[in-house]
Every structure is written in structure tokens, then in C-alpha cells.
């Protein structure tokens, strides 16, 4: 019961009545910005030095150089605060409004730039994959910006995220995978799962495997297989068997202990043979073409079945309709 951490605890910051002698030696960062976000670094800088100000670090803005610096001084009392002044200051440089990357000098709160320039060659892959990281109107990062409480913030070649510890752990899972070709949406449904769990009293402490879903990556590929493919043979320490030399053919047929003489009439011979077969191929050839082909048997004639009763009535009507139209034409 000791181990365990009661819900909505929060660990305690440090007060200047903590530490009224200031850090023992001075310490300094300095961070370049991009020239596109001078003009607002110049907007917000004055805000930036009042809030830093607060905590007794000194800041300086360089707009020659490009460069933004933050030190201690002597009455600086809480020593991790030049590391989230630190963190500030990069944020600024990674296109982060002021207003949100302020947040990270809270003590629960805390930031992470992720580099995704180099996790793909191709360029062209590498855009598709930071847009379905984005989604249609920037969908996908608000459902994980809720999920998560994080601001994230894509720009260039880095991914901002600012939130408590656990948040920033989700969402550079979620960052490394969709830039290795693993859709956000899986790890969103993860997500939303786990949230619904933790809120059951009941199922808050035990394993959560079987309720999580597996997805089976179907990684088919696009190339086209050969139409004959090669079997490798099993691998052999010992070497091929050494083949035969005309000679040990000759001895195996006993060619090799034939007279000169022999061996002649032995291949005129053979070639008597090919010939006589060649002469009766091309004789066989010729007598095609004198062979009458197939007469298909003619089809039967249907036999006109006669009526055995006759209508004399209608024959006496056809007899007297033909004598009439001959009396008209005459």
C-alpha cells in the first residue's frame, strides 16, 4: 500500500525559502532559430524575458548571430530551471507559439522535439507519411493531441510535442511508427482502448493483452517475380564430381580399343544412318501434301412428310382461286 502512488498526487516544487543561497556556478544554453522566425522571436521576446525573469534567468536574443541565450545568475534558486529555459528556447526555434511553449517550465510538463528527417531516404515517401501523420484538416494529430494531452506541432523535419511524461512517450511511439509505414489509426484505437480500461477500478491493475487488438502487418510487395526462379541446392562441403574426358567416355563404350579403320567405318556408319533418316522425314513431308484430305459425309435429307387425308373442299378452293387469277391476267 506504501508502493502505491494515490490518484491526483503531485510532487512538490521547490520554493526560494528552499535554496536562498542560488546555484554555486553559472550555467548557459544557447539555441539557433531559423531566419523565417526572426520577426516573431523579436514580437515575443520581451514576454520571454519577463517570464524567465521570474526565475531569476537572464535571457539574450542575438538577431546578428541568430541565436538566443539563457544563463543563471546568483539568484537563481531552483536548479533544473535552466534546462526547461533551455527547452523554451528550442521550442521558440521550432515554430512553437509562445503561449503554448511557455507551459514547459511547469514542473509536470515537459517537452520532446522528435527528428523524423532521417527515419526515410526517399523524399517523396517521407511527405506522404508526415501528411497521414497530420490527416485530412489536421484530424489525426487533434485525436492525438486528446488522448495523449499533448501539443504537438509538425514542422520541417522535426515533430514538437509538449505534455506530461506519459503523453510524450505515446507520441513518439506513434511518430517512430508512422514513419515506418505503421498507420497512426492502429495506435489511436490502442490508445482510446487503454484509456477506457484505465478508468475500470476492476481492471486498472491487471494485464491488459487480451483486450488490446493485434494487427498483422500484410507487407506485400510490388516487384515482379521471375517466371523461372532458381532452386539453390543444399548447401555441400564436398566438390562437384570432376567430369568425364573424352577418353573415359571412349573407354566406357569401348570405342578406345577400336583400329583406326574400325573407328572410320564406325562413323560413316552413323552418318549413313542420319542421312537415311533425314531423306525419309523430307519424303514423308512431300507425301503430305498428296494425301486428299477428309470429305465430311453429306447430311441427310429430311424426307417431306405427306398427309394421307386430303381435304377435298380446300383442293376444289386452290384449283378455282388459280383459274381465276389466269382468267384476269389474260
Not at 76 to 102: F, H, N
Request: glycine share 4%; hydrophobic share 30%; aromatic share 6%.
Amino acid at each position: 500500500e506504501l508502493l502505491e502512488v494515490p490518484d491526483g498526487w503531485k510532487e512538490p516544487g521547490i520554493a526560494k525559502e528552499q535554496n536562498p543561497h542560488g546555484v554555486v556556478s553559472e550555467s548557459s544554453f544557447a539555441t539557433l532559430f531559423p531566419k523565417y522566425r526572426e520577426n516573431y522571436i523579436n514580437e515575443c521576446w520581451p514576454l520571454v524575458k519577463k517570464t524567465l525573469g521570474d526565475h531569476n534567468i537572464k535571457a539574450e536574443l542575438d538577431l546578428v548571430e541568430g541565436s538566443m541565450t539563457v544563463r543563471t545568475t546568483k539568484k537563481t534558486w531552483d536548479p533544473y530551471i535552466i534546462i526547461k529555459a533551455r527547452d523554451l528556447l528550442k521550442l521558440l526555434a521550432r515554430s512553437v507559439p509562445y503561449e503554448q511553449a511557455v507551459r514547459v517550465l511547469e514542473d509536470d510538463t515537459a517537452c520532446d522535439i522528435i527528428k523524423i528527417g532521417s527515419l526515410t531516404r526517399n523524399k517523396e515517401r517521407f511527405v506522404k507519411r508526415r501528411q497521414r501523420l497530420i490527416g485530412p484538416n489536421g484530424s489525426t494529430l487533434k485525436a492525438i493531441e486528446i488522448l495523449t494531452d499533448c501539443y504537438i506541432l509538425v514542422q520541417g523535419n522535426t515533430v514538437s510535442a509538449l505534455g506530461p511524461y506519459k503523453g510524450l512517450r505515446e507520441v513518439r511511439k506513434i511518430v517512430e511508427d508512422t514513419m515506418k509505414n505503421i498507420h497512426p489509426i492502429y495506435n489511436i484505437k490502442t490508445l482510446m482502448i487503454k484509456k477506457e480500461l484505465a478508468k475500470d477500478p476492476e481492471l486498472r491493475n491487471e494485464n491488459w493483452e487480451r483486450f488490446i487488438p493485434k494487427f498483422k502487418s500484410k507487407n506485400i510487395s510490388k516487384r515482379k517475380q521471375p517466371k523461372k526462379k532458381r532452386v539453390k541446392k543444399p548447401y555441400t562441403p564436398f566438390p562437384p564430381p570432376q567430369p568425364e574426358s573424352k577418353v573415359d567416355k571412349e573407354l566406357a563404350s569401348g570405342e578406345y580399343f577400336l583400329k583406326p579403320h574400325q573407328k572410320k567405318a564406325k562413323i560413316q556408319q552413323e552418318k549413313k544412318e542420319k542421312q537415311l533418316k533425314a531423306v525419309q522425314k523430307s519424303q514423308e513431308k512431300r507425301a503430305k501434301a498428296f494425301v486428299a484430305p477428309k470429305e465430311d459425309a453429306a447430311p441427310p435429307k429430311k424426307k417431306q412428310k405427306v398427309s394421307e387425308a386430303v381435304n377435298v373442299e380446300e383442293l376444289k378452293k386452290k384449283i378455282k382461286k388459280s383459274q381465276k387469277k389466269k382468267l384476269g391476267k389474260s
